[in-house]
């Protein structure tokens, strides 16, 4: 039994000899589920709940349960040295306790509560949308619209080599790392929906069709399944919604909205804990293959960071995403600045003027990326002072019933 038992792995079975529920553990759930062989041999075998913490499998998996690694062999073996680090990160708190996490009907009116007490909070609500103005309230629908297209982001995360999850359900740190993360996301949507539904002062079919349509659209932000590409990508997108959300969650407090500052703040606060996960992730690929990371990050800001939600319409603006950035821009929701700010926070973090490159094309995308932050920011700036010159003209917004705005 001894040598039987030290073959253990991380999905448990239950025997039902001598007439209880004893651990056999198997490798995975598949191999679980598939191998009536296994199944047997594991059946006599009965474990005592762990005192020793169990050895890790080394497990021949089938083909298909492989990440793909088509293009970036060597990127995936770095991907698989992280692998370790990105479960420790899981453990210790990096993502939510799935049974503490908060969910949107924490921040929601009590459907199961007293009737009249929910009738109340919901005037309440009504009655505080009444004083957000029309921008703030399209910063907000963007934003929402962004979160919504969340399949999208997932697929993202699959294109990925390396980190991708073949199955749907594999078992490994990527995988599971991808799942949970989905997992958070899909609260935030779900909860600015409900919010601007309940303040009844947008027009939520348009909102929906728009949603419909980006989903369909899709996204490409260049990352080329490349795992250093995307996860530089959602290094820098991660923070950019953080920063968004805590803005619009500030000013829906300053027109005397609680309900939604508390809402905005609760999501930035996920999003701040997703930016450090990624950029903890990035710092370890620097530190394994400096060069390849150098050359991809300095790659992706040469095409400048594109934002997830730039193919929304509505099916009648076709400058639908630049009117939404424009008026997030003139409430100092979302700038140039920032975009600027971010690159130099990410520098920042990844130490970038101290990692050691040899190749000259990883030298020569070092010097390129310690300028850039400075350069973006002149750019940013002279932009800022283009745009108070020419201020926005106000246009129809399906979102609003065709309000101006
Ligand atoms: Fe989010
Ligand atoms: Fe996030």
Known sequence: ???KAAKVGLVTLFSLAEGGYHAAQLPNRQQATRSSSARIVNLDVVVKPDTV?????VEEVPEYMKSKRNMYPSKCDVMDQIEDFVQEQIDAGI??????????????????????EWFDEIREIRKVHEEIPDDLLLVLIGDMVTEEALPTYLTLLNTLEGTDDPTGAVDTAWGRWSRQ??????RHGDLLNRYLYLGGRVNMRAIEQTIMRLISSGFD??????PYRGFIYTSFQERATKISHGNVGKLLGNCGDKWGAKICA?????????EKAYQMFVQRVLELDPDGAMISYADMMKKQIVMPAELMSDGRNPNLYNDFARVATDLNVYTGIDYADIMDHLNTFWKIDQVRVTAPEAVEAQEYLMKLPTRYRKLAERGQKTLAKNPREPIEWSWLNDRKC
Request: charge should be negative; glycine fraction near 6%; include cysteine.
């Open 181 to 186: 993360w989905t997992s958070e996301e899909n």
């Open 53 to 57: 913490k169990p050895q890790k499998a």
């Open 266 to 274: 609760r999501i930035a606060g996920d999003e701040a804990r997703h």
């Open 95 to 116: 993502l939510l306790d799935q049974e503490k996490a908060w969910q949107p009907s924490d921040f929601l009116p009590d459907s199961q509560g007293p009737m009249e």
């Open 1 to 3: 039994m001894g040598a």
């Open 221 to 226: 932000p260049d990352t080329r399944c490349d």
